[in-house]
């Protein structure tokens, strides 16, 4: 079974980009997890490489920015090639299936001291009180 789940803060805005023919957008990211434990009284973290397509990948690219907390889960992908001089190379990342936006454009401006993108569009309303909840 090849299953990942993470929860951590984006490093940089992500890339998008569309595949030749145009039909499906490809995004990028990187996300910063927290590990359990610390080093040297320090907070360790690893940085993992994050792709996801089609209607996410516009959504992920169109809502978050650097510093904004996500969920990913998905799977992890390994790829191998070889350089000119005959070097064997390795690269991981995980192919996300859903990308889960766990906090506000405010709260990650108060956070990670930047500057956040909005969520109120057309699609998308943030429901803030329990009685607006349809169960």
Known sequence: MNKV???GRLTRDPEIRYTPDNQMAITRFTVAVD???KRDGQQAA???PIVVFGKIAENVHKYMGKGR???VSGRLQSRTWDDQ???R???YEVVADEVGFLDRASDSRSQAGQSGFGLETEDF???DEEDDLPF
Do not use: I, N, T, W
Request: hydrophobic share 50%.
């Open 89 to 91: 190379h390795y690269s």
């Open 69 to 71: 907390l996500v969920s």
């Open 35 to 37: 590990r359990a434990f």
């Open 46 to 48: 690893d940085f993992l």
């Open 125 to 127: 309303h943030p429901v």
């Open 85 to 87: 001089e005959g070097k």
């Open 5 to 7: 789940a993470l929860v």
